[in-house]
């Protein structure tokens, strides 16, 4: 079994920590421990968290947390897992063997995409398209119509999308699923951004509109909590139960801690607190990216996202995304994600969701850069 380089992971791990300005994140500034745990009382309990090993496929009370967020779900549809990350894995690792054919929407976190390749499976792309009327990023039903065929196996969705920020409505999610239906495809949806929408409308879930739909998900994005390395998988009860048995040769369990303070953070008005949080730091930095771009006009087009804390911008500069992201972190120690990563050269993936002052500083360096390059080029001729 070969598994492709994951080179936006693998660039973010070498250098993230490394720069003055990481605007690769995708997610907002993280929250504090005291922020999340609260008063003496939550802290106490947490101190009283005895560290053995937790329920494998999450505890019971976690469980039951996440279903409410899943109409019709019960524990038995739920999958605790160590990030969407493992969540992504275990669905792919128990549904594609060699020679399945996998739709794959692109631009897209591109993790899926190797580990389908890995597993001996054909990746089929389904590609966003930039529309103007309305101007956003969409995918064609018709073309998946004509993209399956008695070999696939699955279809893979991100809604809200990676990296474009887009959000796929309700009425296409359904023709997705009647197209899957149609041929008893299994459709993933990875939904890690939802609820980091920029005008506060939760995106619409794919869950629940056909019994072969798959969500992963976690507390990465929408809820400010990285760190504490909690996904999720819901799915039917047979296939959830098959993918616990995979659980247990990756990383068998949750952390305890991570439970414990992933239980406090989905209690509903805790999680009500903390959307809201999210969605006030999109909406507060938007406006300072927005602007930049606005301001270096002719350098850039681009779609603004409707979630998530990134924005996918087209840069009109003869330079490679790769060597342009290479020449920013080692000049000005800037690290954004180049558009190579996903497929797609002359593209940006910026993330905006950093505090304020450290945000603007980053998207000078950036000009800074660029306008030199443009210079260069203009003396060069």
């Not at 019971?60 to 947390?65: F, N």
């Not at 930049?292 to 409707?306: D, M, N, R, T």
């Given at each position: 079994m070969h598994i492709e380089p994951f080179d936006m992971e693998r660039m973010q791990s070498t250098y993230e920590n490394l720069v003055s300005f990481n605007l690769s994140e995708s997610g907002?500034?993280?929250?504090?421990?005291?922020e999340l745990v609260g008063g003496s009382d939550a802290v106490a309990r947490l101190l009283d968290q005895r560290l053995g090993y937790t329920q494998s496929n999450g505890t019971?009370?976690?469980?039951?947390?996440l279903a409410r967020l899943y109409p019709g779900a019960t524990t038995d549809h739920i999958e605790v897992t160590n990030g969407g990350s493992e969540a992504n894995l275990l669905v792919t690792w128990r549904l594609v063997e060699p020679g399945d054919e996998v739709v794959m929407m692109l631009p897209n976190y591109m993790q899926t995409v190797g580990l389908a390749r890995g597993f001996g499976g054909i990746i089929k792309p389904w590609p966003l398209r930039m529309q103007e009327s309305p101007r956003r990023w969409a995918a064609d039903p018709e073309e998946l119509a004509g993209l399956i065929t008695?070999?696939?196996?699955?279809?893979v969705i991100c809604n809200p999308n990676n990296p474009t920020g887009a959000r796929i409505p309700a009425v296409e999610l359904d023709e997705i699923c009647r197209l899957a239906a149609r041929h008893g495809v299994w459709v993933l949806a990875d939904e890690v951004y939802r609820g980091a929408e920029?005008?506060?409308?939760?995106?619409?879930?794919?869950w629940g509109r056909y019994e072969r739909v798959i969500v992963t998900s976690g507390l990465s994005k929408a809820y400010g909590l990285p760190g504490l390395r909690i996904g999720w998988i819901v799915g039917p009860p047979q296939l959830i139960e098959s993918l616990w048995a995979r659980h247990d040769y990756t990383t068998i369990s949750p952390g305890a801690l991570s439970d414990n303070l992933a239980r406090a953070a989905l209690q509903p008005a805790r999680r009500t607190q903390i959307i809201e949080r999210t969605r006030g730091i999109l909406r507060a930095n938007w406006p300072a990216i927005?602007?930049?771009?606005?301001?270096?006009?002719?350098?850039?087009?681009?779609?603004?996202?409707?979630a998530g804390a990134i924005v996918y911008a087209r840069y009109h500069h003869g330079i490679n995304s790769t060597e342009l992201v290479t020449r920013l972190r080692q000049e000005k120690s800037v690290l954004v994600v180049p558009g190579d990563h996903f497929g797609m050269d002359s593209y940006l993936r910026i993330g905006f969701g950093d505090q304020p002052a450290h945000l603007q500083e980053g998207l000078a360096r950036v000009g800074e850069l660029l306008h030199e390059l443009t210079a260069r080029a203009g003396a060069a001729r």
């Open positions: 907002v500034h993280p929250m504090r421990l005291e019971i009370e976690l469980r039951q947390a008695p070999r696939t196996r699955l279809i920029l005008d506060g409308q939760e995106t619409a879930s794919v927005n602007d930049w771009l606005a301001a270096h006009g002719p350098l850039f087009s681009y779609v603004p996202p409707e």
